[in-house]
């Protein structure tokens, strides 16, 4: 229900008023992935957002511009990642979404951003 996900979408945003949405890349394979992505943007259509939009990848690698330092958050998301349980008996993410990182860290590592 694409309709149903830019609603909820749309409320999430009018209620939170954020400055910055993250979302995945339009580019993502994974169709649940890549409906977030299309649902989101219409949202962000659709209440003229007016500040910065941000595209993640999740399976699909996507062209980057710059890496974020992500050692103050890591330990936050191997726990994040632990609580897909069910998922998780068939493949290693934390060791492929950290690997995806790891990765990433070799293209670009004169271009890193700490965040807080």
Known sequence: DLEGLVQRAVAECESFA?????????????????????????????????????????WTPMPAEIVLDL???????????????????????ERTIFGLHAYRSLLLTDARVEID
Not at 26 to 52: K, M, N
Not at 71 to 93: F, N, W
């Open 18 to 58: 954020p400055s910055i949405v993250y979302l995945p890349w339009p580019g993502e394979r994974h169709g649940d992935h890549r409906a977030v992505s299309v649902a989101i943007a219409r949202a962000l259509r659709r209440i003229r957002f007016a500040g910065t939009a941000l595209g993640y990848e999740v």
């Open 71 to 93: 050692a103050p958050v890591a330990e936050l998301k191997r726990r994040a990642i632990q609580r897909y349980e069910t998922p998780l008996g068939y493949v290693d993410y």
